[in-house]
């Protein structure tokens, strides 16, 4: 919450259909109203893809772009929620053996076992100072910067490339496109 007197942030810990939990966390900045309709709508886009899908990849690819396509036109409808944007860190877990992971953002999610004080980073931040994530937003005409502490920044505004909502800023190269992975217990 920070400073702010309100809270942008969300989280879901939600049992879905065949056996799978979901967790997610969503950080919302410029406003909550992008955090609050993805906790609000997650269950049912998932539970939705979940009838179409198999592969929980695939669901979790199919559910960041539903929620950022069914926020963009709730914005539009309601004419709010223009500059705001939450990061989203999304786990799955089928039957207890099969772990599925989306996420886009400066969100992390790790994996802690049992007995073990090591952890497994299952995520990579999305920042624009890597250099794939920094030219697509050049390329697209956004800029990056350095603000006052050393954050890379994407048109002064943003310390991430990858967001769902923040719709002020897709034009330049942010996009809400999650990288996925799947882990399986032996």
């Known amino acids: 919450m920070g400073k702010r007197l309100y809270q942008e942030d969300r989280y879901v810990v939600e049992n879905l259909t065949n056996n799978i939990l979901c967790t997610a966390v969503f950080d919302g900045h410029g406003g909550y109203e992008c955090s609050e309709y993805c906790y609000k709508h997650l269950k049912n886009v998932l539970s939705e893809e979940l009838t179409h899908h198999h592969d929980l990849e695939t669901v979790l690819h199919n559910t960041f772009h539903t929620l950022h396509t069914h926020y963009t036109h709730w914005v539009h409808t309601h004419n709010q929620g223009w500059k ?24 992390r999610i790790i994996l802690c076992r049992s007995g073990s004080s090591s952890v497994i980073h299952l ?11 920094k030219n697509r ?29 923040d719709l002020h800023l897709k034009p330049y190269g942010v996009i809400p496109l999650p990288d996925t992975r799947t882990l399986r217990r032996n």
Do not use: F, K, Q
């Open 137 to 165: 937003i050049v390329s697209s005409g956004g800029s990056v910067g350095v603000d006052n502490i050393g954050r890379h920044m994407v048109n002064d505004a943003l310390s991430m490339s990858r967001s769902l909502g």
């Open 84 to 107: 705001s944007g939450t990061t989203a860190a999304v786990s799955l877990v089928r039957g207890g053996v099969e772990l599925a992971v989306g996420h886009v953002g400066d969100s």
């Open 123 to 133: 995520t990579s931040d999305h920042c624009p100072s890597l250099i794939a994530e």
